[in-house]
């Protein structure tokens, strides 16, 4: 049966959290519609367990290939116009699939970005939350966006298949959706950004963590920018005004 979204959501590895997630996604407030995708990616612990639990619940299943791959298999199964994506280590706040879907009304709008969410007293989690609301900030005051994180994001299926999905070169989460977003920007497809489409999450609250997340990011991002060699100036502004708060 055709539904109007499909929630696609990767995992590998995640018994401790993938059930609060799908709760979350059983439990949504919407007049769309929808269904759920668990991609199970070769998960080897006891998460298909868990997605077992959960009625209603489509699981596919495969060796590992990391994120992008296990997206993307999502989205070929999908049944929905609208694709929205989120992670297994996320908790979707009720009326998510709600705001996410209505952004969409818009037939100009092909992609959707919602926002992160943490109640985290520790100091590395709480800094990398402002982070993100900083940036929140900025793509507040935009028309439109240029990247659609995977944790609170989605497209027209269409589009999706057109720009030729995630590139499953990236083994691991990085920029995988960064790189994807810019391939869709450069197609001329419209972007926005949702900031009442809102996901809990749980940051890494050690250094150690918080630096590997960043050096994993940095070194894939290298790739990123050598396929979008136009990106390199925007980066380039943002670290200039980023010296000048903090000389």
Known sequence: MKTAVSVVVPTYNREESIGFCLQALVSQRT?????????????TDGTEGVICRFRGVRMIQQKNRGPAAARNRGVMEATGDIVLFTDDDCRPEADWIEKMTEAFANPEVAGAKGTYLSCQRERIAQFEQTEYEEKYERLSKRGFIDFVDTYSGGFRRDVFLEAGGYDSVFPVASVEDQEFSFRVAERGYRMVFVEEAKVWHRHVD??????RRKF?????????????PRKIVGIAIRLERLSCRFP
């Open 31 to 43: 007049q769309y519609p929808y269904e759920i995708i668990v991609v199970d990616d070769g998960s």
């Open 206 to 211: 050690g250094l150690s963590d918080y630096v």
């Open 216 to 228: 994993r990011i940095g070194y894939w991002k290298v790739l990123v920018l050598r396929r979008h």
